[in-house]
Structures are given as structure tokens and as C-alpha cells.
């Protein structure tokens, strides 16, 4: 079993749209939570960080359920822009642990 | 915000060759980088661990003697690949930390693409 798993997708959705990535992880005593946007043959830019309590940056909605060992991004009104692969990141025994990503197409 | 550099960015060898990659931190010191390798629609693989002045600690199922890592300043790591074969192709991407700065604050470099004929 993967220690970060993530449908790979592709979502394909219409501008405007409300879409929602979800991961899951293994080691339950990971710490640390993120997700990541990585651009075609580009490097991961980190999108934003994971608390339990949720946090929220503009469009973009982060859930941590650490009973579950599930996270979650909500991105809402989606933009042209968007369309990338979102990675799951996860700090486990003292390192980034990434996920395969999954891939967001937004349309016109 | 931090930049980290990688040097080439993409490069083309024969099977048998070695190639050599660098990361430089451009305007902090890092004491710690972190290089990793991504395959076509996989996840970044971290390969391993280099902390200045020390040797590396390598993940895993990465063949130390195969891909030497070089740490000798606070802002330039060194990835050579020797004896490169085309299942070596991969994209390759170093990260660095802050002196101090915490693990999740690690500074991407644009990667390396590299492929072996």
C-alpha cells in the first residue's frame, strides 16, 4: 500500500465549477500536511498547508480528518488557471512524502 | 521568497556516461537538500538526504555508489549519476532548507530533466 494515496484523475470540469481532491494516508503519526500544485514538466509549489481545524486561503479549502487519516482540497470557482496536478504531501518519519497527484483540467 | 536553482535543466547522454546536476541555493545557506527523482506520472521519490559537510543518507532501494551526492558548501549540492542507463531517465528535482527553517519549508528547484539513450 502506497503511504500517500490520491485518485490521479484527470477531473475534468467547466470554469466556475466547485471541485474537491481527496487523499488518504498511512502512518498515522504523520504531523504535518500539505498540498502542492505541480505544472507540466514544472516543480511542486507548495499551495497550502493542512491544519485539523481546516483552514481556507481565498478559493481553495484544506480538511484534515486525522481519524480517518484523510485530507482533503476544495476549489471553488474554478479558473482556467487551476488546471494542474495537485499533490498530497505528508511529513512522515522526518520527510516530504508526496503523492502520485491528481490531475485538474478546467474548461472554458 | 528562497530560490533554488538547478543546473542543467534538462540533458540529453549516452548510455554509460555520467552526468553531474547541481542545485545551488541563490540567496540563503542550506544546510540541508534534498534530492528526489520523479518517473512519467508517478510521485516525487525522495533519493536522499545531504546535509553539509557530511555524507548523504540515502532512501531506500538507492544504489549509493550509483548516484554520488556532493555537498561541500551551504549553497551547492552536487547529484552525479554515474554509469547512466535509460532506465535513469527521470526527472530530477533537489529542494533545500533554511539553516534553522523547518522540514516543511523546503525550497523547490526548477529540476533537471534527464534522459539516457
Known amino acids: 500500500r502506497k503511504e500517500v494515496e490520491q485518485d490521479p484523475g484527470p477531473f475534468n470540469v467547466p470554469e466556475g465549477a466547485t471541485v474537491a481532491f481527496n487523499c488518504t494516508y498511512s502512518n498515522s503519526a504523520s504531523q504535518s500536511f500539505f498540498w502542492y500544485r505541480q505544472d507540466c514538466r514544472k516543480e511542486p509549489k507548495l499551495l497550502m498547508s493542512v491544519y485539523s481545524s481546516g483552514n481556507e486561503d481565498g478559493r481553495f479549502t484544506a480538511q484534515l480528518n486525522r481519524a480517518s487519516q484523510y485530507i482533503s482540497l476544495l476549489i471553488r470557482d474554478s479558473k482556467l488557471s487551476d488546471s494542474a496536478t495537485y499533490l498530497c504531501?505528508?511529513?512522515?518519519?522526518?520527510?516530504?512524502?508526496f503523492g502520485t497527484g491528481t490531475r485538474l483540467l478546467v474548461s472554458p | 521568497g528562497a530560490v533554488v536553482s538547478q543546473h542543467p535543466s534538462w540533458v540529453i547522454c549516452k548510455s554509460g556516461t555520467s552526468v553531474k546536476i547541481e542545485c545551488r541555493s541563490l540567496?540563503?545557506?542550506?544546510?540541508?537538500m534534498f534530492w528526489y527523482r520523479q518517473f512519467p506520472k508517478q510521485s516525487l521519490m525522495l533519493m536522499a538526504t545531504s546535509n553539509e559537510g557530511s555524507k548523504a543518507t540515502y532512501e531506500q532501494g538507492v544504489e549509493k555508489d550509483k548516484f554520488l551526492i556532493n555537498h561541500a558548501s551551504l549553497t551547492l549540492s552536487t547529484l552525479t549519476v554515474t554509469s547512466a542507463h535509460p532506465e535513469d531517465s527521470s526527472f530530477y528535482i533537489c529542494?533545500?532548507?533554511?539553516?534553522?527553517?523547518?522540514?516543511?519549508?523546503?525550497?523547490f528547484g526548477p529540476g533537471t530533466r534527464l534522459t539516457v539513450l
Open positions: 540567496d540563503f545557506q542550506a544546510t540541508t
Open positions: 529542494s533545500a532548507n533554511q539553516a534553522g527553517g523547518p522540514l516543511a519549508e523546503q525550497f
Open positions: 504531501v505528508v511529513i512522515s518519519f522526518q520527510k516530504l512524502v
